[in-house]
Structures are given as structure tokens and as C-alpha cells.
């Protein structure tokens, strides 16, 4: 391990992340595992950050090609020096731009990213000014969404992880664009409402909806995870999100 970088995804990753910002947790190695993608797969990350869900999902699927797209100058620095640090230069490529409006060169298999989870600045303030930027969203959830909508080739996926509250928003945004929507609530504990929701969708499908049975991070008394959370976060399974 490198001096000053996190092991991540049970040390699958060295992970060079800012003391003061954003720090990558728990959603981003559950979206990697959400992320299935075919040998030669074209794959892109909104907004990556220091690229903890992009490198993920780059150990997961060996045979892809990801880019991962991001504005801050100084979070795409973290990721370059990730991408060369693991290695893994050859399949995985950054690009500085706002995610939302750059466009790739071809429509893509498949776009993922784990969005600010706020766009009101009013309702929430982020504990430390580095972090404004993951948390906050001023384009909104279904401009992401639409975003990624329209960079897709037709039956490719777009998957995301987002509050169980935004799940409303989440449908809305696919309505009529998208379907084979799948969705995987996230729960803290057992018998407790879920926090998380993975959804994937098939651009232009008409297969229908299925929510998949509950993944329960904690056991009910314990501090630790389950066995199947655990598994997930060390990059030993995957979420089956589409057959």
C-alpha cells in the first residue's frame, strides 16, 4: 500500500483521498458492485471524484474501459494520481469537465455515478466547505439522469445509488425513456426502513419494474456488517441488479 493512501474494497484499491473533503465510504463500493459490464464495454462515471466508485467498478469488470468524468480540479488530481497508482491507466481514462454537459465521442454501454444527494443549500449544510461540492446539487437529480439518459446507446444502462426519499424523483426522470428498472433498497438493519436505493434501468426498455429483495448492511445487534455486506464491500460479490 502506498504511503498515505486507504485500502479500499477489502484492499483491492489504494485510495489516495483529501484529509478535509469528501471521503469515499460505504455507496460507492455498493454502486461498483451494482455496475455489470460485458468484456470491451464502453462504462462512464459522472462526476468521480477521487475515483473510489470508478476504480471499483474498473476491478470489478476487467474487461471494460472507463472514463470517469470530473469539474474539480482538485478531486480529478486525486484520481489521476489513483488511476496510476492501481495501475490501471490502460482501461481507465479522467476527463475535467462538468459531467452534465460534456459529451463523449460515441453513445456509451453504460453511465453509473453516485450524485450529491442535496440541491437545496438551505436545507443542509455540509460539515466542511471541501465537501460542499458532493453533497450539494444545483442541476437537481433528474438533470443527472437525463444526462446519462442521453449519452446512452439504446438498451444500455444507467445505474445509481441515491436516499430511499428520492426514489419518486429517480422514476420520474425515467418515465418513458427507460425500463427493466430495477431497484435495491438499502437498510441499515433489519425491520429498519431503508436509507439507500440502487436503481438500474435499460434505456428505451419496456420490461417492467422489480424491486429485488433488501440488502441489510448490519446485523441487528452488531456493530460489524453481515456477511453478505461484507462480501460486497471487499469486492467479493456482486449485486444482480439485471439477469
Known amino acids: 500500500m502506498s504511503p498515505g493512501a486507504d485500502a479500499y474494497l477489502g484492499g483491492r484499491i489504494a485510495l489516495t483521498q483529501a484529509p478535509d473533503g469528501y471521503r469515499a465510504g460505504l455507496d460507492a463500493a455498493l454502486l461498483a458492485a451494482a455496475v455489470d459490464l460485458a468484456p470491451g464495454a ?21 474487461g471494460a474501459v472507463l472514463t470517469g468524468v470530473e469539474r474539480d480540479p482538485a478531486a480529478l488530481g486525486l484520481a489521476q ?7 490501471l491507466g490502460q482501461r481507465v481514462s479522467l476527463i ?14 453504460a453511465v453509473f455515478f453516485n450524485p450529491p444527494f442535496f440541491d437545496d443549500a438551505g436545507a443542509l ?3 466542511k466547505p471541501g ?42 426522470a425515467l418515465q418513458g425513456r427507460a425500463g427493466d428498472v430495477a431497484i435495491k433498497p438499502v437498510h441499515p438493519r433489519q425491520d429498519v ?11 428505451v426498455s419496456r420490461a417492467p419494474l422489480r424491486v429485488l429483495p433488501g440488502l441489510v448492511l448490519h446485523p441487528g445487534a452488531g ?18 441488479l439485471h439477469a
Open 42 to 62: 464502453q462504462a462512464m462515471e459522472f462526476g468521480c471524484g477521487a475515483g473510489a466508485a470508478l476504480l471499483s467498478t474498473a476491478v470489478l469488470n476487467p
Open 81 to 87: 494520481r489513483n488511476v496510476a497508482l492501481n495501475r
Open 96 to 109: 475535467e469537465a462538468d459531467a452534465l454537459s460534456w459529451r463523449p465521442d460515441g453513445p456509451l454501454d
Open 125 to 127: 449544510r455540509a460539515p
Open 131 to 172: 465537501k460542499t461540492g458532493a453533497w450539494m446539487n444545483e442541476a437537481g437529480l433528474p438533470a443527472w439522469i437525463d444526462a446519462g439518459l442521453k449519452r446512452l446507446k439504446e438498451g444500455g444502462v444507467i445505474t445509481l445509488i441515491h436516499r430511499a426519499d428520492a426514489l419518486g424523483a429517480v422514476l420520474g
Open 193 to 203: 426502513a431503508a436509507k439507500r436505493i440502487i436503481v438500474a434501468a435499460r434505456k
Open 223 to 240: 456493530s460489524g456488517f453481515t456477511a453478505e455486506a461484507d462480501a460486497l464491500l471487499k469486492g467479493e460479490a456482486r449485486l444482480a
